[in-house]
């Protein structure tokens, strides 16, 4: 390829395309790497290696050269998703619709804050949301966005949780703040619940000290008793309960919450109900696991994230709505931007949205799911939620080892019988540092556990089997 910048600027011609494809073929070969999950270089190594890249030479090298470096000092020692001993994490192996579609939408550019930047991709994401929120059992009313993950779905769903409780006592907190009457306002959700709804109270201003941590059964599921004693109890502080959080799919024991129940409560105490479906929302896809999230369709909002189960690349996740015309509360309007004066049937997403210009997201779940089919998605999740059924029955099974709880989806925590959690701490980090196992660590009820997360729908129960004998081998049994 050429040395002129005038090559690289990507122009949707046979001769841009023809650079992009060359690139692109250049790019993929540079990911070629050693088998396993990791390399083993240690932190300080990687480090040694990392910073010997030139960031910004005086004069810049031949894409093909700058690319190889990154494949030798980067890709080599990446974390392989794909690979079978990488099991920490809900962190995917990604699918090929989605990830040759990034390259169109980086190659393409549009930027969904508005429509005249974004006319098409606007319609996409806006029939892409319309199709979640039926199915998550919204009406024709649903509606969403996607967002950069669930941290910041669960962001967003609690900032409008928030606008919406300030609008029952006529304050717009977006204009004005938030009123003497928030010191009062609670959001609860279970002990289980994700780290994010605690950051969204922080960023709100609400504070981590306004989210209630009610505790949990022992699978993991929200205790509806702890539940109503909690909402009774605040009721007579005077507290106003302003939000309640349902799980679907918990980080660690991946159980989902008694979300009917959750959402009677928040209908009787007049509160926002939100559905943290990060997790498990996938499901939807599913006749046999569908039914797990029964009362989802009783939310508010509801969290999705299609960089997990749903095979993704990052960065792909969804609010979606109820009512769609819940978004005003977050409208703004700019000079420049959503001016309010556009012709008919233009939508200017940024009214919905905490960022401005931002990706076009929505595309590849589009392109894959277009590509593989419901059926199909479906499949791989239901030969998943078996596989980590197997994890677990082999786990019991096993006479040094033992289950903190029945796997409820994916993942699957347990301990080594006797072992202290410096022991297990020990065992998930010298198997990280040779790079045999991204094993994951956790602490349940102030212990800690170790967690397999199958992720990977092309795993068997061979390579489950073979975990198994790597950790028990690790521990010297
Ligand atoms: C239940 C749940 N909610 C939210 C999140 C945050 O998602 P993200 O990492 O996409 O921000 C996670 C992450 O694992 C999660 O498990």
């Known amino acids: 390829m050429s040395h002129d910048w005038r090559d690289y600027v990507v122009t949707i011609d046979d001769q841009g395309l023809s650079t992009l494809a060359s690139a692109a073929a250049l790019a993929i070969e540079s990911l070629k790497r050693p088998s396993g999950p990791r390399s083993n270089l240690t932190p300080t190594e990687l480090h040694e290696l990392v910073w010997s890249m030139e960031i910004c030479p005086e004069t810049g090298q031949e894409l093909a050269t700058v690319l190889r470096e990154l494949g030798q000092t980067v890709w080599s020692h990446a974390v392989v998703p794909s690979d079978t001993a990488t099991v920490a994490h809900l962190h995917p192996p990604t699918l090929v619709p989605g990830v040759v579609t990034e390259l169109a939408v980086a190659a393409s550019n549009q930027s969904m804050d508005s429509w005249d930047q974004a006319p098409s991709a606007t319609e996409v994401e806006l029939h892409l949301m319309q199709w979640l929120a039926l199915l998550v059992g919204f009406l024709d009313d649903g509606s969403g966005v996607m967002t950069s993950g669930g941290t910041a779905s669960n962001l967003l769903g609690l900032t409008l949780a928030r606008s919406s409780a300030a609008k029952k006592i006529d304050v717009d907190v977006l204009k004005t703040g938030l009123p003497a009457q928030a010191s009062g306002w609670r959001i609860l959700c279970s002990d289980q619940a994700h780290f994010s709804v605690q950051r969204a109270a922080a960023q709100l201003g609400l504070g981590r000290d306004a989210v209630l941590a009610v505790a949990s059964e022992p699978r993991g599921t929200m205790s509806i008793d702890a539940l109503d004693e909690t909402l009774e109890k605040i009721s007579h502080e005077g507290l106003t309960p302003i939000a309640l959080v349902g799980t679907a799919g918990t980080t660690d024991l991946g159980v989902v919450d008694p979300l009917k129940d959750i959402g009677e409560r928040a209908a009787r105490y007049g509160a926002w109900f939100h559905v943290d479906a990060a997790v498990a929302g996938a499901f939807l896809l599913s006749d046999q696991l569908r039914p797990r999230l029964s009362g989802i369709e009783l939310a508010d909002s509801v969290t999705i994230d299609f960089h997990k189960l749903w095979w993704q690349p990052f960065n792909a996740s969804a609010l979606v709505l109820r009512d769609g015309g819940l978004f005003d509360l977050l409208r703004v309007t700019s000079r420049y931007l959503d001016r309010g004066d556009e012709l008919e049937g233009m939508v200017n997403l940024v009214g919905r949205s905490l960022d401005t210009s931002r990706r ?64 297990l701490r020990a065992i998930q980090q010298r198997l990280l540092a040779r790079g045999e196992m991204v094993l994951g660590r956790t602490t349940i009820r102030g212990r800690a556990a170790l967690k397999f997360t199958f992720m990977n729908p092309l795993a068997t129960r061979d390579d489950v089997e073979q975990l198994i004998a790597v950790v028990v081998k690790e521990i010297g049994v």
């Not at 590849?364 to 197997?390: H, P, W």
């Not at 019991?396 to 959690?421: N, Q, T, Y």
């Open 360 to 423: 076009f997201d929505a595309a590849k779940v589009v392109a894959t799911l277009a590509t593989l089919g419901r059926r199909s998605m479906a499949s791989m999740l239901e030969y998943l939620v078996d596989l980590t059924t197997f994890a677990g029955a082999a786990i019991d099974a096993h006479p040094a080892l033992e289950l903190v709880a029945p796997p409820a989806s994916v993942m699957c925590v347990f301990r080594v019988k006797g072992a202290s959690d410096d022991e």
